[in-house]
């Protein structure tokens, strides 16, 4: 483990002085410097106790019998790449398969918020996530989540969050702050709840993340503001970006497997030549596959490049910016002394191939190779047996009864390549008291699984395109994170629930009675265990089973795990009913 | 006094949302935006709890009947601006009489480390410091003394400042961090009480402030910088700042009364085009004079933009990027919500005339006259009884005993726009069994004012040009601050001596037996209870009286009380004798 800065001073201060050797001289490399915004030439990094002793032209004398020499030969040295907010459980990862997948991609420090396993286990899990950060090689800072449920009295969560829980949490090591606060309409109007929770993270010094989705830039957004969240990584329109940073807010852009919003904000630098400072780049969410094919935070920063951006203004959106952010420019973010050895090798600061990176004073990659071990906390059997149903469930049970021949009722209306769904209506036909789905309308049911109520909530979906008897069933089901089970037939309905059950949690798609693919996610239903490859490739197969099932939209899998999103319109599905998210209220199935 | 974000927030929203009156709008202004560098015309600033609630285009709605009205009427709004780095004592002022003097210039935050009192009281002078800064109209934060006495073995302060006390002080409201850490080379020699001194700092989470006078940036400077200390105002050259700024210090260009580092330092920006987030502006010494008749840190930014800075970039220099350097950046530095309302209103962004400050919320200066009250505290009696002479003094007290006709001495040869003095020689008649002063040569004696011990140390000087019998006296005497008189004869040293022991401390000109001229410094006979232009006009008697007394110097004042500074070659006095500064070490004055 790292030790503080103030334990290693002493032995800093001896290696500087050239008086004692060094753990580590990186030799011979082009300093980045993200200070002054220059490329130095020739220069040499010592390091000690994990950070940073002293960079200069030459550091021979502090290499002794001990030392590790890395060769620069002439490659840059940049700091090592910051995620200024993410959430893990994106990549149906734990913090340790994260760290191992993002490592040999140059990310050293993380600050990512576990909202999808607060939902599921509460504080406890937000602990959990936080004691598998804290061992990590590299440095993984933990948000403390806000918003848990998201929709009070519309959805029920595995565990609320409270303000008092937000308060104990600050004073724990690894919290870095408040995890983006969502409830932006009940900030604006003064909710003392949302009010407390971001005093008391002011209260410990920590960072308040914040999370403004509207383009409203009038008085409510003032009052979101006045509130004080101190970053946004929502906005996806230049304006909305420079509106954050004049407020004194830092503007987080978003390069995410699916969020793609660094290109249109990105030009409030490069062609209004803002102040770049209160700019910083984000993934907020990542899947394992955009992790095990194009990068993690290396891409984010070559992507900004590839917009236009001079790549040392971007690397320091991904660096010194973020670090200064958080209260951490002495700790992290730039390669001077003191800071922890954060440091990439690269040979071109175009293409940013990450050709080595250090992180704490190791060199924890090579040549996209991880060379170190990231450590797994023991999960508990509480976060192993999150899959809780109650009952066995049969076809029956995702029966929308109705009387008569024909019945109208409300349909979800799924939109390829949007967020927001539809709120449509259809007349289906009535077979045995039951409605019955119709060519491209599905059914949907809600099944409850954190407390084994047995409760399950029936509609309709369309958009998906499934074709023949099958299924598809998730226990990622954002966010209160029950289970979303879409299918044309209730007995494929019925078995892809059980699947599920018996694997803890995942994805499963069924179709005829049998499993065609699943990914299984059994710590706390969001999670695996296994490498990012291996998440990558199940993850991969789920959505080509789902593409043999007829459908034909281009996020399937997202489409279908944000069905129970209730915070986002028209049209969604809760424990609790099917829910009005235009009215913010619950609604019927059956019209009439 | 202000009250803290979290007890503002509620009422920040509600005004920010167009719910509640503000208590101040500043309306139709040109808002100068520190965070993206640019000027956003016709805009409105709502003020509640002393903060800013929002900036937006139209705050009318939050014009109540009680809400006050200020007219920007199309001037530039710009953040209240920053010192990052001053001693309060230079001005001979206490924080409250500095206050009064440099609020009409717009200055409404002070970084201020208390090293002169501190020397005569301890901490004790430290906490009085800090009281009278906390209840100040502006934000007045003190930076703990880190180095009292400056050269330990060399000369006897009043108190001496221990890393326990440090700690101690840590735990202080309003301490913001350790004040320029000037023992450069015992920090690059490791020495544990000035690492602990740093290091308890850092693990307060404040800020150390640094002092490193050596052009050498080799691996001394390595070890100073390792040591911790984050920032440095002592540079002198462009090569010197940008070396601080590329290993991630801040560097705070200078222009003090005396100091003038901006015009060389600021082409790193303005030339190199560096990045320059990481640089600040400062003063560290103003006299009153200069505060009455030439401003502060209006005066120093107004020299950023005649070097050719940028105004906005000049600007941040005294406003975001100090704020963010010491960890306010949520707290102050820039007009936007949360923040304290430090305003200043002007028309000119190049001349940059102060025409309205408010701070805090509070309208505190128009068209240069103070509008509010600065509080004093109530001096105790250990602050005003701080020139214990412990007898009487004679002019027998003067003299350089030496046996035979004539003796060689050494002599303190002042030099004319520098502070290094010369380790001269002279041979001088002895009259009666003592050395005499000559044509061009002073005495000079060092009398202890600490503890009483009537204990003078007697020696010659040379450069000042003093001509007939007279004497000048002061207790400002860097840095342990005793007495020092220089004089070409014992009765008038000896008069001026006991007036100042009268008057608790200042500088007195005595010529014929008579006193020309004193600045009384009744408070650890460094500062005045006085108004800030009584202060100056009394300085400037003094002055004219010491030209008046034949000196042709041009800063004899200042010549005069660094006389004692033993860290500062080449030779010096202190109460413990001579000192060789270059060889750190006591010598006599009789050499033979």
Redesign the interface.
């Known amino acids: 483990m790292l030790k ?3 334990e290693a ?2 032995r ?8 004692a050797p060094a753990d580590l001289v990186i030799r011979g490399g082009q300093w980045v ?1 993200v ?4 490329i ?1 030439p020739g220069h040499d990094i010592a390091v000690a106790c994990g950070r940073v ?4 032209p030459d550091a021979s ?1 502090n290499i002794g019998p001990g030392t590790q020499v890395i060769e620069a030969a002439g490659r840059f040295m940049i700091p090592g790449l910051i995620d200024a907010h993410m959430h893990v459980e994106s990549g149906m990862l734990t913090p340790a398969g994260f760290a191992a997948a993002v490592i040999p991609h140059g990310t050293t420090t993380i600050m990512h918020d576990p909202h999808e396993v607060a939902n599921v286990m509460g504080l406890e899990g937000v602990r959990l996530m936080r004691d598998e950060s804290l061992i990590q090689p590299i440095t993984m800072l933990t948000q403390m989540p806000s918003c848990a449920p998201s929709a009070p009295g519309l959805e029920t969560t595995g565990h609320p969050i409270t303000a008092g829980e937000v308060a104990q949490a600050m004073g724990w090591d690894g919290i870095v702050g408040l995890g983006e606060m969502m409830n932006f309409p009940a ?4 909710d ?1 709840a949302m ?1 407390s929770e ?2 008391a993270t ?2 410990a ?1 920590k960072t308040v993340g914040g999370h403004y989705a509207s383009p409203d830039l ?3 957004f ?2 979101y ?4 969240a ?1 970053d946004d990584h929502e906005t996806v329109a230049e304006a909305q970006a ?1 509106a954050r ?4 807010m830092g503007a987080m852009l978003r390069l995410g497997s699916a969020w793609h919003d660094v290109e249109a904000q990105i030009t409030a630098i490069t062609r209004r030549g ?2 770049p ?2 700019f910083m780049l984000c993934t907020d969410d990542c899947h394992a596959g955009t992790l095990v094919h194009d990068g993690h935070m290396d891409r984010a920063v070559r992507h900004a490049i590839d917009c236009g951006c001079d790549p040392l203004v971007a690397i ?1 959106m991904a660096t010194i910016n973020t670090a ?1 952010h958080f ?1 951490l ?2 700790e992290l973010g ?1 390669i ?4 922890r050895a954060d440091v990439i090798l690269t040979s071109d600061l175009t293409a940013l191939p990450v050709e080595a990176v250090v992180a704490q004073g190791r060199l924890v990659a090579e040549g996209g190779r991880l060379m170190v071990d990231c450590p797994r906390i023991d999960w508990p059997d509480a976060a192993r047996d999150t899959v809780r149903l109650g009952r066995g469930l049969g076809a029956g049970d995702f029966a929308v009864p109705a009387t008569g021949g024909r019945a109208t009722v409300r349909v979800i209306g799924v939109v390829e390549n949007q967020a927001p769904t539809r709120a449509l209506t259809a007349e289906l036909p009535v077979v045995d008291g039951a409605v019955q789905p119709a060519d491209g309308i599905a059914r949907i049911a809600l099944v409850e699984r954190h407390r084994g109520t047995g409760g399950v909530v029936n509609g309709f979906v369309s958009g998906f395109g499934y074709q023949g008897r099958m299924a598809v069933a998730s226990t990622v089901a954002h966010d209160s994170h029950h289970m979303i089970v879409v299918g044309t037939c209730g007995e494929n309905m019925a078995a892809a629930t059980a699947r599920l059950a018996e694997l803890g949690g995942g994805i499963a798609v069924f179709r005829d009675g049998a499993e065609l693919a699943h990914v299984a996610l059994p710590i706390a239903g969001l999670m695996s265990d296994a490498p990012a490859p291996d998440v990558a490739a199940a993850a991969q197969a789920v959505g080509e089973a789902i593409r043999a099932c007829g459908c034909t939209m281009n996020n399937a899998v997202m489409q279908h795990v944000l069905l129970a999103l209730v915070v986002i319109p028209e049209l969604r599905i809760s424990d609790l009913g099917l829910v009005d998210v235009s009215r913010f209220q619950l609604t019927d199935v059956v019209m009439a």
Chains 1, 2 share one sequence.
């Open positions: 503080p800065w103030t001073q002493p800093l201060v001896e290696v500087a002085a050239g008086r410097n200070h002054t915004r220059e130095l002793a002293c960079v200069l004398a900030v604006a109007a003064g003392p009010l971001i005093a002011r209260a010094g009038g008085r409510n003032a009052a503001v006045a509130g004080g101190a420079i940073v004049r407020q004194g803002l102040d400072s209160g320091q200064r209260g420019e002495r730039s001077t002394p003191g800071r």
